[in-house]
Structure formats: structure tokens, C-alpha cells
């Protein structure tokens, strides 16, 4: 029950010094521990956020070994790389890894590591919560590859699953019902990571940080988050009647029996087009954090980027059918999603216009981020533009189905989202980890993803408008589809060689770091409150929570205007920044729970597709986990100090640090 | 999914905003906020079962509809039995504001009571209706009656569950004035469910079919 | 159940009580006594016996105006449950709007879902 606690998390404004009496709480977390329990338990939303990268990276390279077998299968007519089958298998895990188990989680890395730094913020509002997003979203994508090894095979039917194409007769695999259970299960995380993360941006922003003076990495991270809290039970409810079809012989896609197999893709797209949303935005916020900082300009026009965003946000709810408009839904509605569909690419202009004003006449420095964020600008209006082709509902009946749209939404998600989040990637590195990524390397690394990005999804416009289907495992000679289908897969063999040289920057990075300089606080010159802080960030974040007097605020410590109005330096980061010095700052204790209640879960998931007995196994677990996490105190003085040296195994519910001590509860006054 | 984020929140009420006048930034919990923020989001799971049932209802593949076996009567009574609950949920949280707390643990046990006698008459509706040849997989309209009505029920389930552990804590001693607000949060859920029912009630139940 | 709730301040009047908030306008204080939530639950019991009410089409006939009278009388529950019940008249308006935004959301995407299906012909 609840355990309230009068305990300091925040320490205050730093201009106050009556905080500077006050005990500062009861313990001081072990910090910068490396023991692999310290990361089970970890509720740091620094360390939650590392967590996420560094899967979400993971699953990047089994997506993209995806993405090699199909273009190795489609390099040269009649391929026989793979069999139809398990190429539709293939594909349809391509996309689901590559939109839930890679660009979801590494804005979820963003969103958790930086929201609350850019805010000044100690934590998220809920750190085991932030934990248990974490492992949920784990034990789902895990849950979702083991459709490979135990449920036959891959989903089959593409990332959509349209109806009736799923239905146990066209998919009588298992694979389906891996990704019917598997998206409910990372469907949840995200949800509690939404509601969890739109709390902290509300209520926990330091004092003067009001919302028109958030960073816009925030803001769009904000934005982002609604879509999810508002999207993700559409599709919950999609995938709810899917799993009751397949598992339960529910009559919802059935056409026999007068079921409307639309009512998927129309669910489906109320969900799926609010998540081109969500894997743009971060992306989005990350190139408005990278240029003002490279260009050495505030962000042009602040007002009209946070509320370009929120009308992309807003707008993403009303153009969903435009995926539809050859599913003869009548001519009214494919007219007025037409019309809607137009008229979203005016905030998104709004934005490339800003990010352009940005850098004029700024003085551009081209780091590898900064070149990163201007290709996502440059990739993401290629995208943008074959995309207000596509609003054009008698175009999109010819580009339908064809290579034209894979390569419209690649420029978007991969030109648009993916080369900004390694932008972000690149800019955050040394507040991250304390050391920059090498920059000649990087320089490799960008130049080669940026040609073979191009020569991959460059000629799949030409396919598409020649008529080569989507989703085909192959095509026949004399189509001329040769020249650009083998162009392309040597494009992915680029982008392949690409992300093995970020792997080996990484790497090498790494081994170089003790010999080079530390990049101290504020490498970049930058602007938000996250570079006051040392690289890599304490595990309290701020010494003393900062009072945010306008937007840029860490800018504005650093620089002024004299009294003939140039702008000049009058401090170095030096005298202005924290030392990260403080110490028994009161944090929130690690928690074991919220990774036993995401073990429960895919548990029940496997009983419900091979035996309930399982299921209520997993049910039990996570009830049970869900209590011993409802007793246990948010902050356990007690046992605090010593908790990460007694556990003697993994079994996570035998090693819980109070293990579900009644006497816990017994700390109120 | 409403499980996770509304135990894991029960503890969760006060830890890190409990020490000064401002110390969240709207001056308002995280936990409520949480809650209700949550609730925006249900509003969209209900709104897809409901519109898929909608989309249904008349397709009954040459067999019994739901809407033949509707029993207006029975579901009038357990609807206002529901409605009231949501009565008793309120007043216990008053009485435990108060201090109140064996008042509060009165009406937390009626609440809870009712909802059970909710979801019995649940459980005898279904049953009823399966004796009649509407049965889960009879057409897509029944799919989808007993997915939006297990849907509600499972929700009236969890939050029968969160009562009684909150009626347990407070045979212990352990719901006291000071976590009224905890109170508070699965009351907002309880008339959340019960405002649902009381769109189900009328928009499948008494709007005829035709 | 209309007695049984009847707490010590039985003279508090539901404007009273909604009053008295707004000079606090944080959380957790001056909800209104007990007895306007057992006016309401009459209130609301009184709308849930008219609704039903209507199913007896044969002791009246509400012809076409059945079918807004019940949406409007559902409305009116909807909004006394959760204004009441849930605070929202008294607590803070962002909890409302979160909760607006959900609803106003939902009913948008999903009218337009059922009228793409020409549900309403």
C-alpha cells in the first residue's frame, strides 16, 4: 500500500541554500556499480535508458539481417535464397523488428535518458514503473523472435497482418499468434512508459522550466507520447480480436459469417498512422537539438516547432484511411482522407523550413551529428514529398502495393527516423558514456550508410512506378527489374558495411577513451540543461536542481549580450557547470519486481497459444510479483545499504531485496 | 494491462512530492495525474470494443443475435447495482479522508460487494445466453457482445480485487488518513468502469437494434 | 439507500461545497459532503429507472424521439459520475482534460470509423 514517505528526491533551486542544512536523505545508491544485478534491478531511467539503446541496437542487426535475406532473395530474378514462405516470414519480422524492436525503444532510450535531464529532473516519475517498460518491452521482443525456434516459424502475414491474411486457414502457422501476443505484450510497456513519461514532463519540471521554454527533444518526446498512450489501445484492442479469432474461434475477421475484414485495416491504421508519428517525432526533436547547436543559433522559430509538432500530433488522427484508399471504402472517404492527408505535410514543411532558417547564416560546424541531422532533413523531405504523392488517391491506386511505397517509407522511417537517432547517437555519446565517438570513423560511417541508404530505396521508386509488386519473393526475367533490384542489394551490402564501421567506432572508441581527453561536461557548446552536468552523468543528475530562467537556459549561463549587444562569453564551463560532487543524494531504491512481473507475461503469453495450465502459471507469477511489488516500500532505508551483495542467485522473486517483508510496511510514522 | 499500472501505483503515492508545498511542478500528484491520464487512454480501448460491436450487431450469420436474448429487466437491476457502487466507493473514500476508517472499510467492502453482485449477474447472463444459442463463437455479433462485455467485466474484476486489498490493509491498520489518496485512485478507476457501463448500458442494451 | 450515507454535515449544500474548493484549488480537500453524493445517486437512480422506463414501449410510445432521449439521459449520467464521483468538478482541470482528450479522441476516430462502414445508413 502506500508508503508515504517524506523524503527529498529533488534538492531544490540551485540560487537556495536552505536545502543545504537539510539531510539529504538516508542512503546514497551504489553508483557506477558493474555488477549484471546492478542492472536487473536498476530503476536509474539513465541506466533504463542505456538498457533500451543497447537492445534496441541488437534488434537493429537482427532486422537487418532481415533485410540482407530479402535483398539477397529479390538481387537477381527467380531467386532461391528463400522459399515463399519463409520469405513472407522474413519480411513480416523485418518490419516488426525494425518498428517495435528498434526505433520504438531507441527513442524510448532517448525519451528515458534525456526528458528528465532536459527538464531537471532527478528521475521519472515513477522510477520501478520506468524499470518495468523496460523488461515488459524485453520479455516481449523476446517473446515475439521465439515464433522462430517454438511457434513455426515467423508471423507471415506482413507487419499490417491484414485480415483475412492472418486467419489460422492463410496462416496456419503460430507465427501469427506470436505477433498477436507479442505486439500486446510490447504494447503495455509502452504504455506505462507513456503514461510514466507524460507524468514527468508534466510534474516534475525544475523550477521556472515552463512549458514553452522545454527543449524541443522534450517537447517532441512529450508529443510522442501522447500518440502512444492514445494509439497503443486501438491496436490492443486489433490484436485482442485477432487472438480470439485464431485462438478462440471468434467470428470478428470471418467473412463466412459476415464479419468485415476492414474492420482491421481500419483499425490497425488508426494505430499504425499515429506510429509513423512516433517514430518520426524523436527523430524530429533530435535534428532540432543537433542544428541550433552546430549552427551556433537558437532554434528558429521555437514557437512554430513545438506547435508544428503538436499539430502533426493532433492531424496524425485523421489521415489514417489514406492506407486504404483501394480498399473501395467509397469515394467520400477517400476524398476527404485525401484532403487530410494534404494538408498534414504543411506542419511538417513548417518544420524542414526552420531547421533550414536554422542554419542560415549560422556558423555550421560539421560534426558527424550535424551531418547526420541535415541528411535526416534532406532524406526526411524526399520521404515527405513521395508522401504528398501517395495523398493523391489516383496516384496512389497505381503506387499501391508497389516498390514506389516501400520506398516512400523508408525515406521517412529510415532517412527521416533512423539517420536522426543516430544523430543523436553521435551528439549524446560523450554525455552518455564520457567519451566521443570517433569522428573519423564516423565520418566512414555516415558516408557509407548515406550512399547505401540512397542506392538502396533510391531505385525502388523507379521499381514501384514500373510495377514491381511488393511483397513478392520474386520476379520473373524481361520485367527490366534486373538493373535496379541488383543496384539495390548492393546498396544494402553499403548500409551492411555501414553499421559494422559504427560497430567498430564503438568499439574503438571505447579501447581509445583513457588515452584521449575527456569531454568534459559540455563538449558541444551546448544549449540545454543536460550539458551542465558532468559526462557521464552522476547518478543524481544534478547537484542542485537548477532555476530555469528562459529557453536555452544553459546557453544563457554561458553567454550574454554586452553593452554594444554582441553576444559574449561570460562564463566557462568550468565555473558554471556541476561537479556532480554531491553526495547521499536520496534516490529511489532498485527493485527486482518489475523484471518479475515481465517474466510473467510472456509465460501467459505461450500458455494461451500451447496450454492454459502454462498460462496461469505466468498469471500467478505476475500477480504475485505485482503484490510483493505493491508492499515493498518505494525507498527502503534499511535495506539499502547492503542489498547488492546478499543475493546469492537470479531467481529474481528469491533475491528481492526485502523479499516481501511484511515489517516493511511498518516504516510509516 | 489497467493491473500494472494501477497496483504498481498504489505504492507509489507520495515518495518524491511529499516534502514541500511545490514540489511537483502542476502542485498535483503523480499518481492521480497518472491515473487520469490512463483513463484518457482507456477511453479509446472501450471506444474500439463498442464501435466493433456496433459495426456487428446485426450480423448474426443465421443465428441468434444478442440483441434477441437481451434481457432488459436483469440488466437493469445489475446496472443500478453497479450505478450504486459507485455511491459506496465515494463515500468510502470520504469516511477514510475523514479518518474514518472502519466507515471506510464499510463501504469498501459494499463497494466491493456490489461490484461481485455485478459481475454474478455477469456470469448468469452469459451462461443464460449460451443456453439460448448465443454463444461465443455463434456470429460476429456475439464475438464481439461477450469480448466488450468480458472486457468491462474483467475490468469490474481487477477492480473488486484492488478493493479488497485495499479492505485488507485496512483490517491491518494500514489504510489510515494519510493514504486516502490511494483510496482516491482506485475509486477514480471503479467510477471509470462504472461509467462505461453506463454508456454499454443504453448504447447496446436499451437503444433498440431495429 | 437513501438514508444509510447521511454523514454529520447533512446541511452542506452541494453549491456550498463546490464553493468552497475553489478558494483552495489543490487536491484532496473540500469534497463535497456526503449527502450531495447521495443526491446524486438519486439523481442518477431516478435517470436509470426513466431509461429504463422506455424499454416498456407499451406504456409509452416515445416514437423518434427514443433514441436521443436515451443518449441524452446516458450523457447526463456519464457527466454527474464523473464530475461528481470523480472530482472533476473540484479537482484540478488538467486531470479533465487528459481525460477529455481521450474521450473527444476516441469518439472521433471511431464516428468516422463506423460512418466510413455507412453504419449510420
Known amino acids: 500500500m502506500a508508503i508515504t514517505e517524506k523524503t527529498p528526491l529533488e534538492l531544490g533551486p540551485g540560487d537556495s541554500v536552505r536545502y543545504a542544512e537539510r539531510p539529504l536523505g538516508v542512503f546514497t545508491r551504489p553508483q557506477g556499480g558493474r555488477g549484471w544485478r546492478d542492472w536487473l534491478s536498476t530503476v536509474d531511467h539513465k541506466r533504463i535508458g542505456i538498457l533500451y539503446g543497447a537492445s534496441a541496437l541488437f534488434f537493429f542487426l537482427v532486422g537487418g539481417v532481415e533485410a540482407l535475406l530479402i535483398r539477397l532473395q529479390l538481387a537477381a530474378p527467380e531467386g532461391s535464397v528463400l522459399s515463399a514462405d519463409v520469405y513472407n516470414q522474413v519480411y513480416t519480422m523485418h518490419g516488426v523488428t525494425m518498428v517495435f524492436l528498434f526505433i520504438m525503444p531507441l527513442a524510448a532510450a532517448f525519451a528515458n535518458y534525456f526528458i528528465p535531464l532536459q527538464i531537471g529532473a532527478r528521475d521519472v516519475a515513477f522510477p520501478r514503473l520506468n524499470a518495468l517498460s523496460f523488461w515488459i518491452w524485453l520479455s516481449g521482443a523476446i517473446f515475439l523472435n521465439t515464433s522462430w525456434i517454438v511457434g513455426g516459424g515467423g508471423a507471415d502475414c506482413g507487419w499490417f497482418c491484414y485480415s483475412t491474411n492472418s486467419g489460422v486457414a492463410f496462416s496456419p502457422s503460430h ?335 571505447k579501447r581509445d577513451a583513457p588515452h584521449l581527453p575527456p569531454p568534459g561536461p559540455d563538449p558541444w557548446d551546448g544549449r540545454t540543461l543536460e550539458w551542465s552536468i558532468p559526462s557521464p552523468v552522476p547518478a543524481h543528475n544534478f547537484d542542485t536542481v537548477p532555476q530555469v530562467h528562459g529557453r536555452d537556459e544553459w546557453w544563457h549561463t554561458k553567454y550574454a549580450e554586452n553593452d554594444e549587444g554582441k553576444v559574449v562569453r561570460v562564463a566557462t564551463v568550468e565555473e558554471a557547470a556541476q561537479t556532480g560532487e554531491a553526495t547521499g543524494v536520496h534516490l529511489p531504491s532498485p527493485s527486482f519486481w518489475p523484471l518479475a512481473v515481465a517474466v510473467g507475461l510472456p509465460l501467459i503469453g505461450y500458455g494461451l497459444i500451447f496450454n492454459l495450465w502454462l498460462a496461469l502459471i505466468g498469471a500467478l507469477l505476475t500477480i504475485a510479483s505485482l503484490y510483493s511489488w505493491a508492499l515493498e516500500p518505494v525507498d527502503d532505508p534499511d535495506a539499502a545499504h547492503d542489498q547488492h551483495e546478499d543475493h546469492s542467485d537470479d531467481e529474481a522473486e528469491a533475491t528481492d531485496p526485502v523479499a516481501a517483508d511484511d515489517s516493511t510496511e511498518s516504516d510509516q510514522p | 494491462m489497467s493491473a500494472e499500472a494501477v497496483t504498481a501505483d498504489l505504492d507509489h503515492t507520495a515518495d518524491d512530492h511529499g516534502h514541500e508545498e511545490h514540489a511537483t511542478t502542476t502542485g498535483l500528484s503523480h499518481t492521480k495525474l497518472a ?42 437491476v445489475s446496472s443500478f447495482v453497479l450505478l450504486m457502487s459507485s455511491l459506496t466507493m465515494v463515500l468510502a473514500l470520504s469516511a477514510v479522508t475523514r479518518g474514518e476508517a472502519e466507515a471506510g472499510r464499510t463501504w469498501l467492502l459494499a463497494t466491493a460487494l456490489l461490484g461481485g453482485v455485478f459481475i454474478g449477474g455477469q456470469v448468469y447472463e452469459f451462461t443464460a445466453f449460451v443456453r439460448e444459442g448465443v454463444a461465443f463463437t455463434t456470429n460476429p455479433a456475439s464475438s464481439a457482445f461477450f469480448t466488450l462485455t468480458g472486457f468491462h467485466g474483467v475490468h469490474v474484476s481487477l477492480g473488486i480485487v484492488m478493493l479488497m486489498s485495499l479492505f485488507v490493509a485496512s483490517l491491518k491498520g494500514k489504510l489510515t488518513q494519510r493514504n486516502a489518496e490511494t483510496v482516491e485512485i482506485v475509486g477514480l478507476y471503479w467510477h471509470f468502469v462504472d461509467i462505461v457501463w453506463i454508456f454499454i448500458f443504453t448504447v447496446i442494451y436499451l437503444i433498440p437494434a431495429d | 439507500m437513501s438514508d444509510t450515507a447521511t454523514s454529520e454535515h447533512p446541511e452542506h449544500s452541494e453549491p456550498e461545497a463546490a464553493e468552497h474548493h475553489d478558494e483552495h484549488h489543490g487536491e484532496g480537500h473540500a469534497h463535497p459532503s456526503d449527502w450531495a453524493y447521495v443526491k446524486i445517486a438519486v439523481v442518477l437512480a431516478a435517470i436509470t429507472a426513466l431509461e429504463v422506463f422506455t424499454y416498456f414501449e407499451s406504456v409509452v410510445d416515445w416514437g423518434v424521439a427514443l433514441v436521443p432521449s436515451l443518449i441524452f439521459m446516458m450523457v447526463v449520467k456519464f457527466y454527474l459520475v464523473a464530475t461528481w464521483f470523480m472530482h472533476l468538478r473540484f479537482d484540478s482541470k488538467l486531470f479533465g482534460r487528459m481525460f477529455t482528450a481521450g474521450l473527444v479522441l476516441a469518439a472521433g476516430v471511431y464516428l468516422v470509423t463506423l460512418t466510413v462502414f455507412e453504419f449510420w445508413v
Open chain 1, 175 to 509: 507465427g501469427v499468434d506470436f505477433y498477436a501476443i507479442g505486439l500486446q505484450i510490447l504494447g503495455i510497456a509502452s504504455l506505462v512508459s507513456s503514461v510514466n513519461l507524460i507524468v514527468t514532463c508534466l510534474n516534475m519540471r525544475a523550477p521556472g522550466m515552463t512549458l514553452m521554454r522545454m527543449p524541443v527533444l522534450t517537447w517532441m518526446l512529450l508529443i510522442t507520447q501522447f500518440l502512444l498512450l492514445f494509439a497503443l489501445p486501438v491496436i490492443t484492442v486489433a490484436l485482442f480480436l485477432l487472438m480470439f479469432d485464431r485462438l478462440f474461434d471468434a467470428q470478428f475477421f470471418n467473412p463466412d459469417a459476415g464479419a468485415d475484414p476492414l474492420l482491421w485495416q481500419h483499425l490497425f491504421w488508426i494505430f499504425g498512422h499515429p506510429e509513423v508519428y512516433i517514430i518520426i517525432l524523436p527523430a524530429f526533436g533530435v535534428v532540432s537539438e543537433v542544428i541550433p547547436t552546430f549552427s551556433r543559433k537558437p532554434l528558429f522559430g521555437y514557437e512554430f516547432m513545438v506547435f508544428s509538432g503538436i499539430a502533426i500530433g493532433f492531424m496524425g488522427w485523421g489521415v489514417w484511411a489514406h492506407h486504404m484508399f483501394v480498399s473501395g471504402m467509397g469515394p467520400i472517404s477517400v476524398a476527404a482522407f485525401s484532403l487530410s492527408t494534404m494538408f498534414i505535410a504543411v506542419p511538417t514543411g513548417v518544420k524542414v523550413l526552420n531547421w533550414l532558417a536554422t542554419m542560415w547564416g549560422g556558423k555550421l560546424k560539421f560534426t558527424v551529428a550535424m551531418k547526420f541531422a541535415v541528411a535526416t532533413v534532406a532524406m526526411f523531405t524526399i520521404g515527405g514529398l513521395s508522401g504528398v504523392t501517395h495523398s493523391v488517391a489516383p496516384a496512389d491506386t497505381q503506387q499501391t502495393d508497389t516498390y514506389y511505397i516501400v520506398a516512400h517509407f523508408h525515406y521517412v522511417i529510415f532517412g527521416g527516423g533512423v539517420l536522426g537517432l543516430f544523430a543523436g547517437i553521435y551528439f549524446w555519446w560523450p554525455k552518455i558514456f564520457g567519451h566521443f565517438l570517433n569522428e573519423r570513423i564516423g565520418n566512414w560511417h555516415f558516408w557509407t550508410i548515406l550512399v547505401g541508404f540512397n542506392l538502396t530505396f533510391g531505385p525502388m521508386h523507379i521499381l514501384g512506378l514500373q510495377g514491381m509488386s511488393r511483397r513478392i519473393d520474386t520476379y520473373a526475367r524481361g520485367y527490366g527489374f534486373e538493373f535496379w533490384n541488383m543496384a539495390a542489394t548492393i546498396g544494402t551490402l553499403i548500409i551492411a558495411a555501414g553499421v559494422l564501421l559504427f560497430i567498430w567506432n564503438v568499439a574503438k572508441s
Open chain 2, 35 to 76: 491515473m487520469w491520464v490512463f483513463l484518457g487512454s482507456e477511453c479509446l480501448l472501450f471506444g474500439g470494443l463498442i464501435s466493433t460491436y456496433l459495426l456487428y450487431k446485426t450480423r448474426g450469420n443465421g443465428r441468434t443475435l444478442p440483441t434477441d436474448v437481451f434481457d432488459i429487466p436483469f440488466t437493469s
